[in-house]
């Protein structure tokens, strides 16, 4: 039995001491709320609480409206399944990118790190997942068909042009690799040519320090210099 703190009534039999929640209940479900997100535990969530309570009337309802507006407006591209305010991207949407090149990768997240090295002018192909056969996820659950109709179909793609070349853009891990064999196969019996991002060492890494599998893919992906 831990000893009763002093914060306990005085007299108060211990086993009778109500032990009720902490906190107000709306205070408590926000809390709730804020720990059911993902890498949010209980105490972050306190703190999360805490600040929307300290902060002023117009500040806690942008960030309500904020989470209803992502709600209610956002949706997929229609071609390339990225999250956009309208039908279409705003990269499907520009005239001035090579619709011919299309960067297949899991996530949106990983379009948007891709966007911010400014380094790639094609368009993309969102798969919204990866193949996972120990979790059930298959091709059916990816966007798998919507990719192979932009290839079979220039009329899906943006702007009506027909696509030249699809990258695969996939995580390097044992499912996204799985994927990428995966899309290859298909791809392969299509007019188009298929490519992977390149792999290996990382920029200001050292070669004692990297792993077999790194230095696999910097051997087998070397470039002329
Ligand atoms: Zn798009």
Redesign the pocket.
Known sequence: MPPRGPSSPAGTPRDVVKRGPAYPRTVDALIAQFASLPGIGRRSAERLAFHVLKSDGPTAEALANAILDVKRHVRH??????L?DSS??????DERRDRRTVLVVEQPRDLVALEQTSMFRG??HVLMGRLSPLDGIGAGDLTVAGLVERIDNPGKN?GGEPVAEVILGLNPTIEGDGTAMYLSDILKERQVKVTRLARGLPTGSQLEYANKAVLTDAIQSRQTF
Request: proline share 0%.
């Open positions: 591209c229609e071609v390339c399944w990225n956009s279409l991207c705003d990269v499907c949407a368009i993309y943006a």
